[in-house]
């Protein structure tokens, strides 16, 4: 059975730093695409961060570059999103995804992945 479990989000003031972690159970995250995207009220979900753990290829928004870093744990089988200098904007819910067939273009779209986490709540108070 193929799950996806994020977790690591909060409550956290500007400027502050959380760490958000994404645990495969059933597969492994071998040659596969993650994404990490979030979903405020009211707004579409977007892409946050994704990387390739074919080739190590990785993306950013423009809104997080150089504050949020993806990695990956291969040990582990887990994806994690550091987050750092937290904005009041950043607060959403986010979700990490993956799947085995996307092409990198194609990393950034949310109906490309198959498989969901159930979500993590991240407030930024100002």
């Known amino acids: 059975d193929v799950q996806l479990q994020a977790s690591g989000g909060g409550l956290v003031q500007a400027g502050g730093s959380l760490r958000l972690s994404c645990a495969a159970s059933?597969?492994?995250?071998?040659?596969?695409?993650i994404g990490w995207f979030r979903q405020a009220p009211g707004k579409e979900r977007e892409a946050v961060s994704c990387l390739s753990t074919t080739d190590d290829r990785t993306f950013y928004g423009d809104s997080v570059k150089g504050r949020f870093t993806i990695s990956r744990d291969t040990a582990a089988n887990t994806v994690y999103l550091q987050m750092n200098s937290l904005k009041p904007e950043d607060t959403a819910v986010y979700y990490c995804?993956?799947?085995?067939?996307?092409?990198?273009?194609?990393?950034?779209?949310?109906?490309?992945?198959?498989?969901w986490g159930q979500g993590t709540q991240v407030t930024v108070s100002s």
């Open positions: 995804a993956a799947d085995p067939s996307i092409i990198m273009s194609s990393m950034t779209l949310p109906h490309e992945y198959d498989y």
């Open positions: 059933g597969f492994s995250f071998d040659d596969y695409a």
